[in-house]
């Protein structure tokens, strides 16, 4: 897929395209196609173009237009529209014109309203790929987050290189701001005092690790089995001088080991898989003191449902969105108790929206590293994940639990909402730019 | 039991104790079974005096005294202490010395730290007791909520007659001030705005439902299968000159019909029975309008069992506390969105604690009503369910939802903190104490 693709990564063959695409004059089964294909629209004002210019759907309003630039997609597009528009548009052999943000996010409207709930289909791929082992885990996470640091850093806020949901309190804040500010929520919501232990499973490039020994004088114990973003947060952390408070561990959460005054994992849920769920409640149950409280922030769902299939092999195997009842698996079983449950979706579209943003303005660069394929992939990936937010067929869940009948946590959520504006210029962690 | 008692509610006749209990010098049986009880209670100070003076437990601390009067009584509560404690004490067979809150909260403690989690048990009970009927829901209703005005009355708050969860955002607060602050956390949570419309299901004495419309000037539907309750609330209604803006239909939740901008429901859900979640998610689902939202108000668990049996058979027949797992087959099944789910457990703790205090302030002025026993089981009752808040095996959930993928909803909660300390004169609906 691309020049650089890092060693172990899956190439994700079976959704390959052609190369050398059949077309012609559109005939009156291409037309068919594009008519049936166009009803499945009905709800949008998507317009679908066809190779020889032949238009389909609502055509005098001024919607989002899908060209299709030969019959072999045409026709792989009815049989699996939500996996082959993706291909596609990253072939080139699919180009969107107007706002591929819109034009997704109506795509995204209409099949979610059209989705049939199929629980044993649920159940049955929990059995496959909803129990990832700790080798699994490791190929799954090299394959997105080894893509190369600086790949990340090009579109990526540059306070704490958050590749999570922002929190935007402020319609105008920056993705800075808010990245800050979801850093400094989640140490609210879990009311850190200073020389207190946390643990942090799953930390990234450990920009909120540092963040919290910086900005709220805890101690950091952080997880994380990507080897290039465990050694960019080792330097980072010595860079800020906090080396002595924050300690970087590439190690599966699974052996997380000691007793900590706070649990915290924010986006890694999305890739422990249902299956381990369970466990991953036992261990956390296991790390907590008596006073021991935690918070996990995860993409989730209203209702049961895989993640889109393209997304699951190209971009993120293995990833799996929880509903709230299947999260139960953590928490009951272990003696935690919820205390809090928040959902953000609207602000990881919001921060979605932003990267997008950034990351087209990068896009030669992007190209340079990788290539054309890349580019329009994580186009498409980025913008379909900021579609799926807004049409709601995603959520963010951020959870705050205890140790069941715990009884020294707080009363009323006030503190979390004490200062706002929050005093973004306090909150920075990057000493030099 | 009581003289008084209301036509149609049920005698617990199964749980009834012998009026003739045969007493004596406690014998080598007797103490044995005595220091086998005391064993249970290893972790606690509680000490158990038999009718001869026998203690067993740590004699020597200042723990609560658990006095047993008979020797019958000391067979049953070795073979059933969780539902014959609460039976001997209101039979006064068993006496309590010392802080009866203390001595159940340790007791409380205790049960929950050994209760073995029993899943096809609660999934058994939920097939018999989980779907109560319509016709079910009124005798079930009629048993506890109308035992008479009056006597709920004396204990309740007399700002709101509310028979919930009170909110203490500050720790001097009273009882009145906490339900104020409750009723406004709720319409703030729901962002209610002048002139919308809202449905509630279980209005109680129509408080809530008086305070939404003269305090956020909303029209309000109130449900509520209590006939001693309607009544009182029509008349409230109409002393407070909202008879215009609040409706009372003395009905069941199932037959709400017509569409409003919110649903809220304060305290009912624990009396649906978890197999008609999803028809009340259904209900739901149809009354709302497209930017609907709604709260559900109940009592909960951190992990499935039934309600304490004699609270069951004594208090409230067909009473269920749910989990969030199962609170789930609500919201997802009917195309809504979790967005908020806040643990108010120690309030409801604080809220027992204040209504205890009140009732025994008028003992006797219940047992006029009633007698002894009455008295004696709704002291024990207060008590033990405050004890079970705090003990952390019973938990309150505040939960917000809207319609999927609906997005005019608030990106940040600060605005349910903004106005603090909360001003409670503008808040007050009684025109006349």
């Not at 879990?190 to 690790?209: D, Q, T």
């Not at 036992?282 to 989730?300: C, Y």
């Not at 993120?316 to 108790?337: Q, V």
């Amino acid at each position: 897929m691309n020049k650089n693709h890092p060693p172990g990564a899956q190439e994700p063959v079976r959704l390959r395209v052609a190369k050398r695409p059949y077309r012609g004059k559109a005939t009156f089964l291409d037309r068919w196609i594009g008519s049936e294909l166009a009803k499945r629209l009905a709800h949008t004002n998507i317009v679908l173009v066809l190779w020889d210019g032949a238009e389909f759907g609502r055509i005098g309003e001024q919607g989002p237009r899908v060209k299709v630039q030969d019959r072999a997609g045409l026709f792989r597009l009815i049989l699996h529209p939500q996996t082959q528009l993706a291909e596609l548009y990253t072939a080139g052999r699919v180009d969107i014109e107007g706002s591929l943000l819109d034009m997704l996010e109506q795509g995204a409207r209409t099949i979610y309203r059209n989705l049939t709930p199929r629980p044993w289909l649920n159940r049955l791929s929990r059995l496959s790929w909803g129990t990832p082992s700790e080798r699994r885990s490791r190929r799954n996470i090299h394959h997105h987050y080894d893509l190369g640091n600086d790949f990340y850093r090009l579109w990526l806020d540059n306070e704490g290189l958050q590749y999570t949901c922002a929190y935007y309190p402020h319609e105008e804040f920056t993705l800075e701001q808010a990245q800050l500010a979801k850093m400094d929520h989640v140490c609210r919501k879990l009311w850190l005092r200073p020389g207190e232990s946390v643990v942090e499973a799953g930390c990234g490039w450990g920009g909120f690790a540092i963040f919290m020994a910086k900005r709220y004088g805890v101690n950091v114990r952080a997880f994380n089995i990507s080897h290039e973003q465990v050694s960019y947060a080792r330097e980072w952390a010595k860079r800020e001088k906090v080396a002595d408070l924050v300690e970087f561990v590439e190690d599966d959460y699974r052996n997380i080991n000691n007793r900590y005054d706070a649990f915290v994992s924010i986006g890694m849920l999305e890739h422990v898989g249902p299956g381990n769920y369970e466990q991953l409640g036992s261990v956390i149950g296991k790390s907590l003191k008596s006073g021991g409280r935690g918070l996990i922030h995860s993409i989730g769902r209203d209702r049961p449902a895989p993640l889109n299939r393209w997304i699951r092999k190209r971009i993120f195997p293995g990833a799996y969105p929880p509903t709230l009842r299947e999260m139960s698996d953590i928490f009951e079983p272990s003696g935690l108790s919820v205390l809090d449950v928040e959902n953000l979706r609207l602000h990881y579209a919001q921060t979605l929206r932003d990267w997008l943003a950034r990351y087209e303005r990068h896009e030669d660069t992007v190209r340079d590293m990788f290539d054309e394929e890349f580019v329009r992939a994580w186009r498409f990936y980025l913008a379909g994940s900021a579609a799926s937010f807004v049409a709601g067929s995603v959520q963010l869940f951020q959870v705050v639990f205890a140790r069941s009948g715990w009884n020294k946590i707080p009363m009323s959520r006030a503190p979390v909402y004490a200062k706002d504006p929050i005093d973004q210029e306090r909150l920075r962690i990057r000493s030099v730019k």
